[in-house]
């Protein structure tokens, strides 16, 4: 049972950090209804004051970067099956998280309230987690922060080196294309850690590589396969040449693909990241080069196994789920 010293110290500190968070997606009553109606819905008979530490059965609470994010939910999912295959003692909550550090925030409170033993988070901005992982920490609960980073507080980082995908793409284009190509790049929701490291390795590879290339230009897609199609469309308008289009997932690259098609433009080198199926059935038709697989399976079973690690006392270090590039030579093996 968790002090009610340590629980009334973190309630306080993530009541501050409430107070200058702004409102995203929804307010503050949306966001307890939420989290209490997932934690409803995820859990049978589920013990009011959370999971109990003997005999490892642990009751890990699991926010999502948003639910309806296919990658992102994929990865909770992978959670909650392999607990629930190999930890049958234990126990998963959820809360979407709705793409809303606020959202999120109050998430993690309520899962203090509950005393959960674990609290994996997947950070909708990384600044604005910190006092969520700070108030965890402070009520001794340890966090898994699976696939996403925050950039403050405690926890055990579970998932791919994001700059090294910025690097595979990097290495793609400059093995596939002649010097002096003319690249669009369609980046990652701003505020994200992983979308700072997925541009920042593309370019510095290209960089330290002296490779000629030209940056037509770089936009925020925030991960939308319709923003994907909007800048696109946009481009094609603005550019009357470019050789490659990287994207920082499939959805906008997927969003790309379909305003070249429309634009009858063929022959564009697209790269996406995570190998969703509809990038496979691309790839396969030869409209889409190649998507990196970060593979949401493997990170979950790891954020699961590294909960049940933390929650009996150890102590873990970082652990990372390679990329894997997948192309029409491995789309059906991979």
């Known amino acids: 049972m968790k002090k009610m010293l340590a629980l009334l110290m973190a309630m306080s500190l993530i009541g501050a950090s409430l107070i200058g968070c702004g409102s995203g997606k929804g307010g503050e009553d949306a966001a307890a209804t939420n989290s209490d109606t997932q934690a409803a819905e995820n859990t049978d008979a589920q013990d009011e004051e959370g999971g109990s530490e003997e005999g490892g059965a642990y009751t890990f609470g699991f926010i999502t970067l948003a639910d309806s994010d296919v990658w992102c939910k994929s990865v909770c999912t992978a959670f909650q099956d392999y607990v629930a ?22 998430a993690v409170e309520n899962f203090i309230a509950q005393q959960v033993d674990v609290i994996v988070l997947q950070p909708a901005d990384a600044d604005a987690a910190g006092p969520a992982v700070e108030a965890a920490n402070a009520a001794g609960i340890p966090v898994i922060c699976s696939a996403i980073k925050a950039n403050s507080g405690e926890y055990t980082y579970v998932g791919p080196e994001n700059l ?7 290495e793609y284009v400059m093995e596939n294309c002649e010097p002096g190509a003319k690249i669009l790049y369609l980046q990652g929701t701003a505020g994200l850690n992983h979308s700072t490291d997925r541009y920042n390795g593309f370019i510095d590879t290209l960089d330290d ?12 897609g925030d991960y939308l396969r319709t923003e994907g199609l909007r800048i696109m469309e946009d481009w094609i308008q603005k550019f009357p040449e470019f050789d490659a289009v990287v994207s920082s997932n499939d959805q906008m690259a997927l969003g790309a693909i379909e305003a ?14 995570d190998a969703t199926d509809d990038a496979r059935a691309e790839i396969k038709a030869g409209t889409m080069a190649g998507s990196l697989k970060q593979d949401a399976v493997a990170i979950g079973k790891a954020s699961a ?6 929650a009996g006392g150890e102590k873990i270090e970082d652990e990372y789920v390679p990329f894997v590039m997948i192309t029409k030579d491995n789309v059906d093996t991979e």
């Open 164 to 170: 090294e995908a910025g690097k595979m793409h990097a």
């Open 85 to 106: 295959q190999t930890y049958p003692d234990c126990k998963v909550v959820t809360a979407d998280g709705n793409s809303d550090a606020n959202l999120q925030i109050q």
């Open 209 to 220: 590589a002296g490779f000629d290339y030209e940056l037509l230009a770089a936009q925020d």
């Open 260 to 273: 070249l098609k429309g634009a009858g433009i063929e022959g564009t080198i697209v790269l996406g990241l």
């Open 305 to 310: 196994d590294c909960s049940f690690r933390v």
